[in-house]
């Protein structure tokens, strides 16, 4: 067996995770190489060092604690729902849209009857009409419709002078 | 487990409670044991213990009984420990350099009580305090595998079945870790064997 491939193996050896065969070719370097033994000796070190920590004891109150953390989402009938957590950039996205999906339409027709008083209402309505006719899947007689009754509005207020 | 109240517990399976309570009672001061290991401190290891078991508890109803709760605990309590971290690992930096005086002072009181022999115990503390900014030093997931193995003492076979990864990887992750620990307690080896 190769150096390189013994050292990847050292640490199962070690463990004694290796198959018996393996066992057995890691042996058989380690007998010859230096390198390797004195690698196995600082990896068996360093398993010895780990191995001697002190399990911590459980810290005070632990148990207490863990009952108050288990009350404030206890499950009852509806334990398979899922629990409900502040989830706050959630939140904030929904009420995001809440806001646009209410302001838009507010803003809008405020734009639109500002217009609407600064060109006259028949105007508007006519541009309006113009605008729809552009839509393609908009119903023909409808904006038809809607075109000659604003031109004839415009007309029928001819007598006092041309709108504005 | 001891506080815990019937009255002040809403309605839910009784037997799920009582398998729940056992669990607390016979691994809450492992996972604890391995929390701690994994962040090097007491308040974040409680508290890594604690949303561990919640998402124990909270996952019991759906867990078929014979099902061998061990495994099933583990497996939860490794990827919440490893999923955890690595989401932290931005905001909690913890520098090899930086003393960690507060948990020795910490571990020296907590083994004042079992240990008269004072030397003993600050040299313990101070072992306990290298070894563990050594392992600070590992990704979570390398961390977790050596934490695993050569602090808890698992088979490779038991860790890849408790974090779900092959047995190769397991291998493979320990060798790196132990190889890295190697070279940061080269020193202390070195003073230790000096002695």
């Not at chain 1, 809440?98 to 008083?117: D, E, F, M, T």
């Not at chain 2, 990704?139 to 808890?152: K, N, S, T, W, Y």
């Amino acid at each position: 067996m190769n150096h390189r491939r013994t050292a990847r193996l050292l640490s199962a050896y070690l463990d004694a995770e290796l198959s018996s065969e393996e066992m057995a070719e890691v042996q058989g370097h380690l007998a010859g190489c230096l390198d390797c033994s004195a690698e196995l000796g600082e990896l068996r070190a360093t398993r010895r060092l780990l191995s001697s920590l002190e399990a911590p004891d459980l810290p005070q109150g632990f148990a207490a604690d863990l009952q108050l953390r288990l009350w404030r989402r206890a499950p009852g009938p509806w334990a398979w729902l899922p629990v409900w957590e502040p989830r706050p950039a959630t939140a904030l996205a929904v009420l995001a849209l809440v806001l646009a999906l209410v302001s838009v339409p507010a803003i809008r027709g405020h734009q639109h009857r500002l217009r609407a008083a600064e060109i006259g209402p028949d105007l508007f309505l006519r541009r309006a009409a113009q605008a729809q006719a552009r839509d393609p899947l908009m119903d023909r007689a409808f904006v038809g419709l809607v075109f000659t009754d604003a031109n004839l509005r415009l007309i029928g207020e001819d007598p006092r002078g041309p709108v504005r | 487990m001891a506080q815990s109240k019937e009255s002040e517990r809403p309605a839910g399976p009784q037997d799920d409670r009582a398998r729940f309570e056992a669990l607390v009672e016979k691994y809450a001061r492992r996972v604890y044991a391995m929390a701690y290991r994994m962040v090097g401190h007491e308040a974040d290891a409680k508290d890594l213990t604690q949303e561990a078991l919640i998402r124990v508890w909270r996952s019991m109803p759906r867990l078929r009984p014979g099902v061998p709760l061990e495994g099933w605990l583990y497996r939860i309590v490794t990827n919440l420990f490893i999923d955890l971290l690595r989401r932290r690992r931005g905001t909690r930096v913890q520098s090899l350099d930086e003393p960690l005086a507060t948990e020795a002072g910490e571990l020296a009181r907590e083994r004042a009580d079992h240990s008269a022999d004072v030397e003993r115990t600050v040299l313990g503390a101070m072992l306990d305090r290298r070894v563990q900014q050594a392992l600070l030093s590992l990704q979570p997931e390398i961390r977790m595998v050596v934490v695993l193995a050569d602090v808890e003492g698992y088979a490779y076979e038991e860790i890849a079945s408790m974090m779900g990864i092959p047995v190769g990887t397991v291998k493979s992750r320990l060798h790196r870790a132990r190889l890295t620990l190697r070279d940061h307690l080269a020193p202390l080896r070195d003073s230790l064997e000096g002695r």
